[in-house]
């Protein structure tokens, strides 16, 4: 038990000494995605109804999905070449969000937008959605006006990392 504790403790500790590294990498020298923002969709989900101002970040790479939260799919999303990344608002005052720029670096896919508060009349929720050509990515960082404020890993990336914390335990295990 003791052992379990400690490389929790020790993965807690790389993990948090890595997320603060990443404030001070240069996003200037990053490679930049094209990308495309998308209009006319609303956020389909009547289903949830937040009780606070709450935010929504999601990534969706298949038509299913993405058609559950935001609708019909128009003629400007082929799945089979690309990438949905969206946010939604849910606040007292409605924001516009708008896209400054993408970057890509060890399957991360950073997307910095900026969130304008000022004189917007939209439809509540307020929803940002942008496309990308496909890119295999581990995770989606959400860089809103200059602050990194949410981080998405895929499922496929986090079991990677469970399947390397449990060999990494059983290695300890086997060496006692």
Known sequence: ?????????????????????????????????????????????KDYQPINDTTRFMYFTDKESFEKAFGKVKDDINFSEQ???????????????????????????????????????????????????????????FVENGKTVYIITTPEAQKRMKEKLEETFDRKETEK
């Open 83 to 141: 990438i949905v990344f969206a946010v939604v608002k849910y606040e007292k005052k409605p924001t516009q969000i708008s896209t400054q720029h993408i970057t890509y670096e060890q399957n991360e896919i950073i997307w910095f937008y900026d969130d304008d508060y000022s004189n917007v009349k939209m439809a509540f929720p307020s929803v940002g959605i942008v496309l990308i050509d496909k890119k295999n990515f581990d995770q989606v960082v």
């Open 1 to 45: 038990m003791k052992n379990l504790f400690f490389t929790i403790s020790i993965f807690c500790l790389v993990s948090i000494l890595f997320s603060g590294c990443v404030s001070f990498t240069s996003y200037d020298d990053l490679e930049r995605l094209s990308f495309a923002d998308l209009e006319g969709y609303e956020y389909q989900n």
